[in-house]
């Protein structure tokens, strides 16, 4: 069987006030065509087709490699732009097809792969997902007769009293037989008051011609959520915000006040582990058990080992091992590989580096394109001189080495094991195992140099 998903992302979103596709707002920090998307192909569709509007050429190239797109030239409504789909469901032979709203992003993989079995053990031709919410003002309502079965959907305009109390609504998600789909869009007219095709208007033919259709219910009354304005926005943030905080929490994790903190859906973070405001938990994060991160720590694409102490760090597809301590004020920028039990501190950036174990950086510090030893201690103002205008070029720092304060290497170049380099040297050739480098002029003192020149302004107090 080989089933298609269609999202309907070409929306301009007039109210959001935006220059991107209306699909392109986020939520925590992914665009909302990413998460119906990732939801679609979580559930196991084999292909999606993302049909684009507005400011296509930017939907384009985001969704580049991971869905075909179709434009639809002019917006006139919901079953328009699943007509411009109709050819590639046409000639690919889907068995079918999931129809979905790009700006509804918390439509989840179960709801489809549950919606889908009751669309196929049913023997539907289509079937519509509904949710059940308190406040379905706005939305059109779920119609069933007597006995529970689908009938149809009544839109908030056309609902009379009795009709408005209804509870169930149409989340616009919905699964066709590829063919009936086809087939039911060939007879929906643009016959009302804005001239436009309604994807909806589907359920009422095939009602009228007695063909099977049903609507399955969502247990994720969420799903039928989207966006229309920055504060609807802020609002769907917050929703998924507190949602995977309160699932961290009661998976082991400690946030004792959750202001400022924003955790992605997909980070993992072992238990015992604390949470501090103003922490923000990028995409492609893993955290061991046992940390303390934050407060005002930032992480993306970060690995991050057990018993580790963030304090007001940012960084970027790092790694950080075991029981290392970083912080305040560090920045790991990709490729920075922290190694056990190392020491960060004020104002350190570690930059496509390697360091050891036991390895301490304490402050004033950049370490870039550098291999580190283990046990090594840099001193204040220490800089890895890495690039010469043309290219970048590595050091070598062995292991127990000791760098002296404000000592700049200038690479490529290597410091041996033991090694030492005096405070305020300029190293430019390599350093032996257990030797000392001084690079750097005699101290000459030009005795009352001062009183001769007198350099300096007539004090007035």
Known sequence: MKNLAIILAGGEGTRMHSAKPKVMAEILFRPMIDRVLDAAKGAGVDDVCVVTGYKAEILEKHLEGRAVCVHQAERLGTGHAVMQALPYVRENGFDNVLILNGDAPFIDSDTIREALSYHLTRGFVQTVISAKIDEPY???????????????????????????????????????????????????????????????????????????????TAKNADAVLGANTRVQLMELNELLRHKILEKLMLAGVSIPCTDGVIVDPDAEIGADTVILPGTIIKEGCVIGENCVVGPNTVLYKTKVGSGVTLNQVQAEEAEVADDANLGPFVHLRPNARVGAHVHCGNFVEIKNSTLGEHTAVSHLTYVGDSDVGKGVNFGCGVVTVNFNGKTKNRCVIGDDAFIGCNTNLIAPVSVGDRAYTAAGSTIDRDVPDDALAIARSRQENKERWVIKRKPYREKKY
């Open 138 to 216: 706005g939305y059109g309502r779920i119609i069933r007769d007597k006995n529970g079965d689908f009938t149809a959907i009544i839109e908030e305009a056309s609902a009379d009293k009795e009709t408005k109390k209804i509870n169930e609504i149409n989340s616009g998600a919905m699964w066709f037989q590829a063919a009936a789909l086809v087939d039911l869009l060939s007879r929906v007219t643009n016959d009302n008051s804005k001239g436009e095709y309604y994807l909806t208007d589907t359920v009422g033919i095939a009602v009228g011609e007695k063909r099977p259709v049903g609507a399955f």
